[in-house]
């Protein structure tokens, strides 16, 4: 009986824990990059939080000083799922992507999905991707 008990409890653990296969190691490559300083920021979001103040993850990368390319890899552990990515080139190292006076973006931004928008605010089922398990790597352009 107690053996039962502790076999019944051990599957219970085991399926409730959540695995490695449940997240992927994904690389962000973010290309376009067209100033040699500042750091490149990829924000992650979900149709429920999409451009808000808190996505669902963050991730940067400071561009070293001898730096002299046109696209950096940033790493990211990420669920399995459906996300809409955004990506910035903070220019001037002060932590948020700047503004115009419209409110339209002043530093280089990209989205996945190659969604550029034309006229109002990014949609987030136009910039959705699905992270399988089999996702090593999405691209997003800065323009």
Known sequence: ???????????????????EADSVNLNVLVDGIKQETGTIVVRVYNKDNWLSDAPLQTAS?????????SAVTIPMDIAL???AFTAYHDLDDN?????????????????????KPRFGPP???????????DTSEIRISLD
């Open 95 to 115: 932590g948020q992507m700047n503004k115009t006076v419209i409110g339209l973006p002043a530093e280089p931004v990209g989205l996945s999905n190659d969604h």
């Open 61 to 69: 990368l400071a561009l070293p000083a001898d730096y002299s390319g």
């Open 1 to 19: 009986m107690i053996t039962r008990a502790i076999t019944l409890l051990a599957l219970n653990l085991f399926f409730a824990s959540p695995s």
């Open 123 to 133: 949609r987030y089922r136009k910039a959705e991707i699905t992270i399988g398990s």
């Open 81 to 83: 799922g459906n996300y």
